[in-house]
Nanobody, 125 residues
């Protein structure tokens, strides 16, 4: 089992920055890739960014490319999401997720096996 705990959410004005953290515990060796998703009430969960644990290769949704950066600290077993130039449309609950299956890791919710509880990000105009 893998446990994920997000932190770092909050309220910020448009143009500001936040850094989310996802602390991983449990069977950390079993992770293949990790990702950040976000969700607003009444909408489907949206993939934001993904990182492969082994290679560090990253992928971003078009809506955040150039503004958000996903990274990892293997020693601390933590994945980060640095969010810059935030916009009101970035307002959502942000979730950390981990995949254990191996291989190609598409940025879709069905792919991921473990989820955190979420952290709220609110961007005001």
């Amino acid at each position: 089992q893998v446990q994920l705990v997000e932190s770092g959410g909050g309220s910020v004005q448009a143009g500001g920055s936040l850094r989310l953290s996802c602390a991983v515990s449990g069977a950390t060796y079993s992770r293949n890739c990790m990702a950040w998703f976000r969700q607003v009430p009444g909408k489907e969960r949206e993939g934001v960014a993904r990182i492969y644990i082994g290679s560090g290769s990253t992928y971003y949704a078009d809506s955040v490319k150039g503004r958000f950066t996903i990274s990892q600290d293997k020693v601390k077993n933590t994945v980060y999401l640095q969010m810059n130039s935030l916009k009101p449309e970035d307002t959502a609950a942000y979730y950390c997720a981990a995949d254990k299956k191996g291989g190609y890791c598409p940025l879709v919710p069905q792919r991921f096996d473990y989820w955190g509880q979420g952290t709220q990000v609110t961007v005001s105009s």
